[in-house]
């Protein structure tokens, strides 16, 4: 509950006239117990986050109904945020900035080098997954960085949570995401078009490995999933 898989999820239900607190049922399950709980029956559907979706698919376990890095308006947004208070903004305006930064400049080298990321992150025991499989999901994934499209997508996921009744109906949502996001020194859409990544020998993915991935896991669905039904629904 309250995890990026479990907020979009209600996003695109309150998008599509579901109200999610009324007419779903919500379950936790920890992550690597999602496929069993569909075996057995205790779930219709389950909102999730790579490589977690892909495996699913590639199991033929579910079928996807919603995709936050294909689907409209979804797809061209920020996927998820890291978030300090005002109190520790106020006093470290330097390291804040500086931890922005660095994340910014991974997630341009993610994109640059999205095989080397997959290796990083298996090896690294980060996730239980297989290299291929994780370069599979990252590379379906895109990893952008953008200071104005995190201003964009604050206010499209302020908006959508109004609708799904996360945030109060009363809520000035232009003005929350005026509050929400704040200016950082040296943190701007200029310094990361002029920021230059190092690309890793072997690091990328062609679309010929793709396809070849694709027709070795034989998925019913594009990979990436979110939000999944079982492929018996």
């Known amino acids: 509950m309250g995890t990026p898989p479990f907020i979009f999820a209600n996003r695109v239900l309150g998008a599509n006239g579901i109200d999610p607190s009324r007419e779903i049922t919500w379950l936790v399950f920890p992550a690597g117990e999602l496929g069993l709980a569909i075996d057995k029956g205790e779930v219709d559907a389950v909102a999730d986050s790579e490589p977690i979706g892909s495996l699913l698919l590639a199991q033929g376990k579910v079928r996807n109904i919603a995709d936050q890095a ?36 991974a997630a341009k080298w993610v994109e640059t080098n999205p095989a080397a990321a997959a290796k ?12 291929d499989m994780n370069t599979l999901s990252i590379s379906h994934l895109r990893y ?14 302020a908006a959508e949570m109004k609708t799904a ?14 509050r929400a996001f704040a200016t950082l020194e040296g943190v ?45 629904q």
């Open 70 to 105: 294909a689907d409209v308006p979804y797809r061209d947004a920020y996927c998820c945020e890291v978030l300090v208070s005002g109190k520790f903004l106020a006093r470290n305006p330097k390291a804040t900035a500086a931890a922005t930064r660095a994340l910014l400049k």
């Open 188 to 232: 701007s859409d200029e310094w990361l078009n002029s920021l230059q990544v190092e690309k890793v020998a072997g690091g990328q993915v062609t679309r010929g490995w793709i396809l070849r991935a694709y027709a070795r896991y034989n998925p019913k669905e594009v990979f990436c999933g979110l939000c999944l039904l079982p492929v018996t």
């Open 120 to 131: 990083l992150s298996v090896e690294g025991k980060y996730l239980a997954s297989t290299v």
């Open 165 to 178: 009744g996360m945030l109060s109906p009363t809520t000035d949502v232009e003005a929350l995401a005026t």
């Open 144 to 157: 952008v960085p953008s200071v104005s499209g995190a201003q964009t997508a604050v206010r499209l996921a």
